[in-house]
């Protein structure tokens, strides 16, 4: 089963903030995710933070990844993240 978390980190969010974000998913679903959505300000405050490249900076999206996951922008509210993830059915609720 896909699911689907959507975090505000807001805009001008810092490593621990993302890092957080990532790690509660993990919490909740006992899964990591599969690919992170991000909002264009956020994807580019990511990689000013953790991908100081000028091609990260300039939407060459599809190179950004956070612990193995892909992030990939998206057209959601500024400032908001959204993890998703695929989640065994017949475990949930084991964790």
Do not use: K
Request: aromatic letters at 10%; hydrophobic letters at 40%; charged letters at 30%.
């Amino acid at each position: 089963m896909l699911v689907r978390r959507e975090v505000a980190v807001g805009r001008t969010f810092t490593e621990e903030t993302f890092e957080r974000a990532f790690a509660r998913f993990r919490e909740m679903y006992n899964v990591a995710p599969l690919r992170v959505l991000c909002a264009p300000d956020v994807l580019s405050r990511y990689c000013l933070l953790f991908e100081p490249s000028e091609n990260f900076a300039h939407g060459q999206s599809g190179r950004a990844r956070y612990a193995g996951v892909p992030l990939e922008a998206a057209v959601i509210r500024p400032g908001t993240i959204a993890l998703e993830g695929e989640v065994d059915e017949e475990r949930m609720g084991d964790w």
